[in-house]
Structures are given as structure tokens and as C-alpha cells.
């Protein structure tokens, strides 16, 4: 049988079928940002507040209140230091008073007028800024900045590039030593590190910190922003339609288009936005606000000041970009309107509750007694018998002086009839100080039925209106 195949019979090759699929790169890589360099309103605002919280956070720990720094928070002799207010770590309640007064004020900016804290006062715009100014004074701005990194490495790049950086660490463990001044002596730590005899932990703290500082307003500017502060994610639920924000006139901007100085807008058919680009080119985050809110705003308001720069080139109105709410821009509200809309039922809670929080807590903390003592059973001998038939309990007292003199203290105690105080009763403590005192306290035996008693120790400052009563319990063995 032939097996050879008849000229009627076709041989169709096997050929891999072309793919219909394109590789899609998910991953793109982070583009530099450089801001350009702005000035107007906001900026000086901006500026103003760099100062004022620098002048602050570098300046405090320098003052002396008496014969200490106004301001330490001295964690080995577990003693904080507040100008004349001497706290205790059983005061953390004003610690966490604090946290909820800065929450609700964060709140309440936030409800007003957007990320305020973001684009004006955090420390990472704040050092952010003071980067970019010594970045500038040694490359340049924007365009500048751009072509040096463009350039082969040459002398010039070099110097210029080695300048900052050195610089920048100077800042940056500057910033670190100020920080940890605030946990020891600034002066004692200056010191140490003039004699070389700093110990590891101040020396981890001030380079972690400066290390902190250097990495994020150096390099990692805008990732912190867009990508580590979990405020940018949250913010939106505080927001509202009667909320400031940074805001592109859409109506009045678009359709946008180039045109010269002299041309009319109205004969181009064309909005008030020209087109620059230079609101992108400003803003440290990157973003373009003509595109809307977006959770990388920090409201800066760096888009403003430089669009109203172009307007008034063009002898245009200013408010293209501005801060104004989106009723405001939708619905054409006067300024007076808008600030009518701003003081909402909202506000007013987050405001009154503030207010009210605020005032109760610096009203505890200016009246606060400047005692204060814990008492501590004796856990060895819960109750024993002493000499000349006495049931006694032994416990053990600390007492803390919250002044900057020298006190002594009365000591008693009531609670059980016949009780008696069977140590000393007169206590000397010495300025923002504490001392664990021992204390005996008796019973005739058998006065007391067996079980559990309260008892009261009453301590107080001699010749002082300080005086605290704390609870404990005498044992009665059955």
C-alpha cells in the first residue's frame, strides 16, 4: 500500500500563534521632585512659622528656670520639668490630656480649613523647607537643580553636591542633640560631648534623630507626605463641603491655553488658565491641583502664590487658585459668606469641647496639690505582733515633693479605734524630690475583729496648704 501522500492532500505546519498580549510594567519609577522656589502670602506664612517653631524647639532647652533648665523631662530621676511645674509619672493624666486637646484641635483645623498643621507647622514641611533653602543656596533653583543632576559628575558638581550635604548634617545632628537636650541637661550633654565621654544612649538617640531628620527632609520629602503619614489617608473623613481647601476655579480656568499678554481671553475662547505649569512646578508634593483635591495636597498654598504671580503679569483677577470651599466655588459665595458657612454645627462642638477640655486640665494643673505619696503594703508581713500587745502592720510610704524647697511633712493616720502612728511622724523631703518613708501602724490586740480594715494616712506640709489623704488596708489575722 503507498503511503506516499496524493497532491490532493494538504500539510499544514504547526506555527506558535502570535501572542495578543503587551507586558505592562506595574512598577514606575519614583520621578524627583524639584520644587521651584515661590514667594507671596503664603509663603511668608509658611516662613513665619519655621521660625517661630525653631526658635522654640532649639531655643528651649538653652533656658534656665532658677538653678535648672526651664524644660526637662529627666527620665532616669523620673522627674518633668515644666518652667515652675514639677510632675511626677503618676501626673500622666495630663499627658494624656494633652494628646486628646492636640487630637481635637487637629480636628478642628482640620474641619476649618484642611491640613493647616500639613502645609504650615509639621516638623516634616518644616525641615523640608529648610532643606530646600540650603539646597538652593548651593545649587540653584528648579532649572538649575534639574541640569546639575542631568551633568556628568565634574569638580563643580561635586563641591556643590558634597556642600549640602555636609550641611545638611550639620542641621540634622544639631537637631538630634537639641532633641535629646530636652532628656538631659543640654548643657551637661554639651559637655560630654566637648570631653568625648558621651554614653550610648545619648549617643544612639542624637544620631537616630539626626539620622531621622536627614533621611526624610533630604530625601525622602514628599514620600513621607503621600506614603508613611497616616494623616493623608484620613483626612478626608474630616472634610466637608464648607471645609478650606486649596481650590482650581475650574469654571473661570478652563478650556485653558498659552496666549500672549495682550490677547483677549474672550476672543481665544479660553479661560484664565494659561497653562504654565508653574503650580505643578511648586508644589512639594507634585501634584497638579487643577486636577481637584487629592490626598497629596498638604495645603501649602504654594499653588496660590504663584498663580497669582502669573495673574497679575496678565492683569488678571487673582483667586484662579485660592483657598475657598467647594460650595463657595460652585455657588460663587462672597468672602463674607464663606465665613458665615465656616462656623457650622460641627466646628462649634469640636471648638466648645476643646475649650472646655483646655480649660479644665491647665485649671487642675495650676491647683494641683504639690504633694504626692503612694502607699505600699509591707508584702513580708502582712500583720505581726508587737511588743506590748499590739497588732501592728508595717507599709511602706512615697512621698514626693512637687516643690523646689525643702519640706517636711506631719504624718497620722485614722481609720480603728485606738489606732496609732508607731514611727516617726515628722518627714523631711528635699526640693522635687521623693523618699520612700516606712511606716508602722498599731492596734491594741483584739480591739479589731479579724478581716480587712480601711485605714487613712493623712500627710501634710508644715506651715503649707498641701496636704493628701490616701487609703490603705490594716490586716486583723483571725
Not at 28 to 36: D, E, G, L, S, V
Not at 115 to 135: D, H, N, S
Not at 259 to 273: E, H, I, Q, V, Y
Not at 294 to 323: F, H, S
Request: proline residues 5%; glycine residues 8%; hydrophobic residues 45%.
Amino acid at each position: 500500500m503507498d503511503s506516499t501522500p496524493s497532491s490532493s492532500n494538504k500539510v499544514i505546519p504547526i506555527v506558535a500563534a502570535p501572542s495578543d498580549e503587551t507586558e505592562v510594567f506595574l512598577y514606575a519609577a519614583t520621578k524627583k521632585i524639584h520644587p521651584r522656589s515661590v514667594s507671596g502670602l503664603f509663603a511668608r506664612w509658611r516662613w513665619g512659622l519655621v521660625f517661630l517653631t525653631q526658635i522654640v524647639f532649639y531655643g528651649l532647652p538653652w533656658l534656665e528656670w532658677g538653678q535648672r533648665q526651664a524644660v526637662l523631662f529627666d527620665l532616669g530621676a523620673r522627674r518633668f520639668y515644666l518652667f515652675g511645674i514639677v510632675l511626677y509619672p503618676q501626673d500622666f493624666i495630663y499627658l494624656t490630656g494633652l494628646l486628646v486637646i492636640s487630637a481635637l484641635s487637629l480636628f478642628l483645623f482640620t474641619a476649618v480649613a484642611g491640613r493647616l498643621w500639613c502645609g504650615y507647622a509639621c516638623p516634616q514641611t518644616v525641615y523640608t523647607e529648610i532643606f530646600l533653602w540650603i539646597e538652593r543656596r548651593f545649587e540653584g533653583d528648579r532649572m538649575a537643580r534639574i541640569r546639575l543632576d542631568e551633568a556628568p559628575m565634574s569638580l563643580n558638581k561635586l563641591w556643590r553636591r558634597g556642600g549640602k550635604h555636609l550641611v545638611w548634617l550639620a542641621v540634622a545632628v544639631w537637631t538630634g542633640f537639641t532633641f535629646v537636650g530636652y532628656f538631659t541637661p543640654v548643657r551637661t550633654l554639651g559637655l560630654e560631648v566637648w570631653t568625648n565621654t558621651l554614653g550610648p544612649w545619648e549617643t544612639f538617640w542624637v544620631l537616630f534623630y539626626g539620622f531621622a531628620t536627614y533621611g526624610n527632609a533630604g530625601f525622602m520629602r514628599e514620600q513621607v507626605c503621600k506614603y508613611m503619614c497616616p494623616y493623608a489617608r484620613f483626612q478626608s473623613a474630616m472634610f466637608d463641603k464648607d471645609t478650606l481647601i486649596v481650590t482650581y476655579d475650574e469654571a473661570r480656568g478652563e478650556p485653558r491655553g498659552k496666549r500672549s499678554r495682550k490677547a483677549d481671553p474672550a476672543a481665544l475662547k479660553l479661560g484664565a488658565c494659561v497653562d504654565c505649569e508653574l503650580c505643578v512646578q511648586v508644589c512639594p508634593t507634585g501634584i497638579d491641583i487643577r486636577k481637584g483635591l487629592q490626598y497629596e495636597c498638604i495645603g501649602c498654598g504654594a499653588c496660590a502664590d504663584v498663580c497669582d504671580t502669573v495673574m497679575d503679569k496678565l492683569n488678571y483677577p487673582r483667586g484662579l487658585v485660592r483657598y475657598s470651599t467647594q460650595n463657595a466655588v460652585r455657588n460663587g459665595w462672597t468672602r463674607a459668606q464663606i465665613l458665615r458657612h465656616v462656623m457650622r454645627p460641627r466646628v462649634l462642638v469640636y471648638a466648645t469641647v476643646l475649650l472646655a477640655l483646655t480649660v479644665a486640665l491647665f485649671s487642675h494643673l495650676m491647683l494641683r496639690t504639690p504633694l504626692r505619696v503612694d502607699v505600699v503594703r509591707d508584702r513580708a508581713a502582712l500583720s505581726r505582733i508587737a511588743p506590748g500587745g499590739m497588732l501592728e502592720n508595717v507599709y511602706r510610704l512615697q512621698i514626693m515633693n512637687a516643690t523646689e524647697k525643702p519640706q517636711t511633712y506631719r504624718l497620722g493616720a485614722t481609720g480603728l479605734e485606738g489606732l496609732k502612728l508607731a514611727s516617726e511622724e515628722r518627714v523631711e523631703v528635699g526640693p522635687a524630690e521623693s523618699r520612700w518613708v516606712p511606716v508602722r501602724l498599731q492596734v491594741p490586740y483584739g480591739s479589731a475583729p479579724a478581716g480587712s480594715h480601711t485605714v487613712y494616712f493623712s500627710i501634710g506640709a508644715e506651715g503649707g496648704d498641701a496636704h493628701v489623704s490616701e487609703k490603705s488596708a490594716f490586716l486583723v489575722p483571725r
